[in-house]
């Protein structure tokens, strides 16, 4: 029922990098399942590997430079961040073991929290430890429902852009935990797209991928205590990685193991992407409608490798996919299975 659709046209030059002999390189367009979506794959990382890669001089540099003016080290923390509203929450911030939360001084929707996750200001993508991710996630856990349960608000996110070729104004390791009554653009999709799936087959698009890619073994991850991990047939960007909650549509149904499942999986990602040499990713825990319980919808997770920290800035993000929304990837999903398999194990 799950159709995985591609196809595959040749760009043909002659190329100066091998002496102007005729060269081929093979594309592959492939069709989201569910999204209809389009991603281009290209074979061959030769070019982007130099710009992927993190120039460590520069990021040490970085660190040390942002370091002293930091509102996010525990010595400011407590002093220069905003607080909450005392009718929402006395405390004015919440803490769960090193994780700080408090509201964003600058809000993006109209429940904007931020999570500092660490009390060092600069953690390495290997240093995302489970239990440093899984007290931010309790924390916005506590938010989330809070906001629920004051304002009536159905859509929410967790995100997290890690240093500035990846979105993040600030160097401390942060997440971002937001809710409002405007739903983005993916769940929206999600929620039209699973509904439409399961009138016609009567059964949840989720499950049905999971069970199909478990089958195919291609691009299947594994399962981490709650959640099933697969890198997507038709991805958006590099090195994409995408986790699904089992049974559950939305945050106010989660409980402590889908949250401590959400947290390996993601470390272990960012994990394998320290190993590869970069410093930089965007990942996003979304939700369908809080307080509705959906069968035809599956709350989840989407990770990815950003450019890196380099002297001269080169960024991923380009007209095709700013504007176009069309994905574009030069290593295929089964390659970069196959590298990241090893840390599902
Ligand atoms: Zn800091």
Redesign the pocket.
């Known amino acids: 029922m799950i159709r995985f659709e591609k196809g595959e046209e040749t760009a043909i030059l002659h190329n100066p990098l091998k002496n102007f002999e005729i060269d081929s390189q093979p594309i592959e367009y492939r069709v989201d399942p569910l999204t209809g979506l389009t991603s281009f794959v290209r074979t061959g990382r030769a070019f982007w590997a130099g710009i992927y890669k993190t120039d460590q001089t520069l990021l040490e540099k970085l660190v040390e430079e942002?370091?002293g003016r930091?509102?996010?080290?525990?010595e400011?923390v407590a002093t220069s961040t905003p607080r909450f509203p005392a009718d929402f929450f006395p405390e004015g911030r919440l803490t769960k073991g090193e994780a700080v939360l408090f509201p964003n001084l600058f809000a993006h929707k109209r429940y904007s929290g931020i999570i500092?996750i660490s009390h060092?200001?600069?953690l390495r993508l290997d240093e995302f430890k489970p239990d440093l991710l899984l007290n931010a996630f309790k924390l916005s856990d506590l938010y989330l429902r809070r906001a629920h349960q004051v304002g009536r608000v159905e859509y929410a996110e967790i995100g997290g852009n890690c240093l500035y070729p990846g979105g993040a104004s600030?160097?401390?390791p942060h997440l971002q935990v937001i809710a409002s009554h405007g739903a983005h653009s993916l769940i929206k999709i999600y929620t039209e797209k699973g509904k439409a799936y399961y009138k016609r087959h009567s059964k949840n698009f989720w499950d049905e991928l999971v069970k199909r890619e478990k089958e195919l073994g291609e691009r299947y991850l594994g399962k981490l205590g709650s959640t099933e991990w697969f890198t997507p047939f038709a991805p958006i960007r590099e090195d994409e990685v995408n986790g699904v909650v089992q049974g559950k549509s939305n945050f106010l149904e989660f409980d402590d193991h889908d949250w401590e499942s959400l947290a390996d999986g993601v470390s272990r990602v960012l994990k394998a992407y320290h190993d590869k040499g970069f410093s930089c990713f965007n990942f996003a825990i979304y939700s369908g409608p809080l307080g509705r319980k959906l069968r035809y919808l599956r709350a989840g997770v989407k990770i990815v490798s950003r450019s890196s920290v380099q002297a001269y800035p080169v960024s991923d993000t380009w007209y095709s996919n700013c504007i176009l929304l069309d994905g574009f990837v030069v290593e295929p999903p089964e390659e970069v299975a196959k590298g990241m398999r090893p840390y599902f194990t």
């Not at 930091?70 to 525990?74: G, M, S, V």
């Open positions: 942002t370091r930091c509102f996010f080290c525990p400011k500092a060092k200001h600069y600030i160097v401390h």
